[in-house]
């Protein structure tokens, strides 16, 4: 049997020295009601070291962030500072001993500067308590240098992408004099180049002395970025280890508890006829020229950078935005512009972007969701059978296996995937010709992920045609049978299954051409 | 929005589940029942206190006292259900009731008044509409200005005078009575519309389209559901509804004037917030908002009954518009710190589970 005292061997990245983790958590447990978050979960964050935190959605991540960041106490175990056992008051204690939490997507006050953001509450005072604007932008300016990033700290808030804001944070965070830095998917959102950027900036953290938690459902982000990985399953600990390790399989097996058969089960399907037509599509500044064919049991992906134009393509042929020229046609109708509900009854659907705010009426039950798009299969005259309806969302439920409690349980309270799912039933519900999905598994842990791929791939083996824009390559390279490429508004290439690669796809989403040749 | 922080268990009662989703009262009882046992109570009380109360000439005096509170309360409740609401209702009534007695004077048929003023109802509510779908006003603003725009016709139309003397077999048509008994016409007519009000919302698509629309328009819109084209459709609904209450307050009176119903838009958002109808929409049934207009019915009766002045009677209304919006916020907050896990941070942990 190993020495269970941890503390005494450390496998932190400071060989030779044992400095003590800078935050710890020990055998912690936190229970809510008669639910178990978290069980004896341990995990120890050194200096220096970027540590992933891996696991599905409602693994108890949240939880485990939760309690290190001050908002929860555990019930059992403890969290250690510096080796030594604290409890927080709350999240203000926890800034206060050096612990912060940088979110997906940023809370800033967007009519302040960049710097009262980073300032705010702290702001360093000149004579009479007025507040030192010079000193505050220099000190803003020099955090920003020293992160080597590029931002006006005298700009307001307001219009930074995502990204920028979470450099705003780090920057908050750093004026904070954090040492430790918890960020919660903060690359969700971004695109690749600001991926890139933030990774860049957490190198220089570790380098700097900072302990970084790091959590993201993108594996490859994880291999990349980070030293060791604590995963947890159903709120217990699975396992704490050097990512060298481990090959990505090992990590989603550990994850999910079981083999995953394969991420990306794409079935060979023949091409039917041509299901959607999109002939050149332009809305004045923000796409131009569009024009492509989606065939029925075909996957084609629309790929590119973030801001490429890829969802606003997919909301006008939806009729959620109006286009200015062109045409889109449905089984060889002609769409008119600006219509969704000519769309849906042309057969078209839409998966879109935006699950909270655009694809789910987040307050209203799974059921009345499911039934958004039309209840003409369970109406006597105009009267809805409140039975058949009923069952005709259990079916579709069961179908999605989306897990659930009550049918009559508001979507809010489900998880990310199966939030998913009931969209996606939403509109099987209406037995499209064409599927639209914008970003099909965004935040989506990986085994439902999966699900959804496999969903995906029977439902084009069923004949219908699916255009399907995603900013995870791997998804796009393992899903599509064409991947069609935007840079900056235009149709930049369109590259077979065979051909596609994350160099071709990359250089022509980025403009460097040569790809389509 | 940070996903996660949704739906692990460790934000609240997740996997539980259940409570958001309800109205705010949920976990203890429902709005509605609770209104209508507030009514039965009002009721007793009204019984004990009163012998002139619990008798079926006042109860159908009362009950025809409201008609028009009730007419418009029932397309207003699909109003707010959608989110919007159309505070020019009263306005309408009035401009209505000013041009029955403008045309009678001219020396009109009622036959072709009524049908006429009905129609210029549904205008004002078609301008209503079409100002917050196609130019994307908040309706609040909108039908305030038209609540002032509409009353100042209806004093062009007729000016300070008053006019009555209808045929008698109109006004009987108001103030009689079903034959056989108590119940006024009006209220039967209340009943029918009720009934297929009720359906609408609770057993039809387009029912369950305004409570998408109301709780989340975006989403809606995203669904294929037409979200401008029916809510023009409500405003032109409330403004033939109010129109038409026009039609039966000047008859019941036999009396019309340019300020007929001053005031009512009010009684009858208090009625339907009362009902448990959510103002920022998405949330109601039918059932708690008759309940709602029958308790301000029978209050404004027992108030009267005991020689209470007007003034009071608006207080009370007033009073009881606050209560209904502000006892379903409290019994949240309330609830809110009974889950919250940090007993140190109530409010700032659960705002932070709820981004």
Known sequence: MRDPGEAEAPRGPAPGTAPPPVLALRKAGKSFGAVRALREVSLELFAGEAHALAGENGAGKSTLVKTLSGVHRPDEGEVLLDGAPVEFGGPAAAQEAGVAVIYQEPTLFPDLSVAENIFMGRQPRARFGRIDRRAMHAEATELFTGLGVAIDPGRPARGLSIADQQLVEIAKALSRRARVLIMDEPTAALSGNEVARLFNVVKTLREQGCAVLFISHRLDEIFELCQRVTILRDGAWVAGEPISALTPDDLVRRMVGRDLDTLYPKQDTLPGEVALTVGRLTREGVFTDVSFEVRRGEIVALAGLVGAGRSEVARAIFGVDRWDAGTVEVGGRRLPPGSPTAAMAAGLALVPEDRRQQGLVMDLSIERNIGLTGLKSVRRGPVISRAAERDRARDWAARLQLKFTRLGDAVNVLSGGNQQKVVLAKWLATDPAVLIVDEPTRGIDIGTKAEVHRLLSELAGRGIAILMISSDLPEVLGMADRVLVMHEGRLAAEIPRERATEESVMSAATGRDGAAA | ?355
Request: glycine content about 12%.
């Open chain 2, 1 to 355: 929005m940070a996903h996660d922080l949704m739906t692990t268990p460790g934000t609240g009662s997740a996997p539980k589940g259940g409570a958001a989703g309800r109205s705010p009262l949920g976990r203890f009882v429902r709005w509605d029942v609770l209104v209508t046992a507030l009514l039965i109570a009002v009721f007793l009380a009204g019984a004990a206190g009163s012998p002139d109360f619990a008798n079926a000439g006042n109860l159908s005096f009362a009950l025809g006292d409201l008609g028009e509170i009730a007419l418009i309360a029932l397309a207003m409740t699909l109003l707010v259900v959608a989110a919007e609401v159309d505070l020019s209702v009263a306005s309408v009534l009035g401009l209505s009731s000013a041009m029955i007695g403008a045309l009678w004077d001219a020396g009109w048929a009622i036959e072709t008044i009524i049908p006429l003023v009905v129609v210029v109802g549904a205008v004002c509510g078609l301008v209503n509409g079409l100002l917050v779908t196609r130019l994307g006003l908040p309706s609040l603003a909108v039908t305030i200005g038209t609540l002032a725009l509409y009353r100042g016709l209806a004093y062009v139309v007729l000016g300070d005078k008053a006019v009555a003397e209808f045929p008698q077999r109109y006004t009987d048509l108001v103030t009689g009575d079903v034959p056989g008994t108590p119940i006024p016409y009006p209220v039967a007519l209340f009943v029918l519309l009720a009934i297929i009000t009720g359906v609408v919302l609770h057993a039809t698509g387009a029912g369950r389209a305004l409570f998408a629309i109301g709780s989340q328009e975006e989403a809606a819109f995203f669904a294929g559901i037409r979200v401008k084209r029916i809510k023009l459709v409500l405003f032109v609904v409330s403004g033939t509804m109010a129109a038409f209450a026009g039609v039966v307050y000047t008859l019941r009176y036999g009396s019309a004037r340019a300020d007929n119903g001053f005031g009512v838009e009010l009684a009858v958002i208090a009625a339907v917030l009362l009902g448990g109808v959510d103002f920022d929409g998405g949330k109601g049934t039918l059932g708690g908002v008759i309940a709602g207009v029958l308790l301000i019915g029978l209050l404004r009766n027992l108030l009267m009954l005991n020689d209470v002045a007007t003034e009071i009677q608006s207080i009370v209304t007033g009073l009881l518009l606050i209560v209904s919006v502000l006892t379903p916020r409290l019994a949240a907050v309330v609830r809110q710190r009974r889950r919250s896990p940090a007993p140190h941070t109530p409010l700032s942990s659960e705002a932070e589970s709820n981004r």
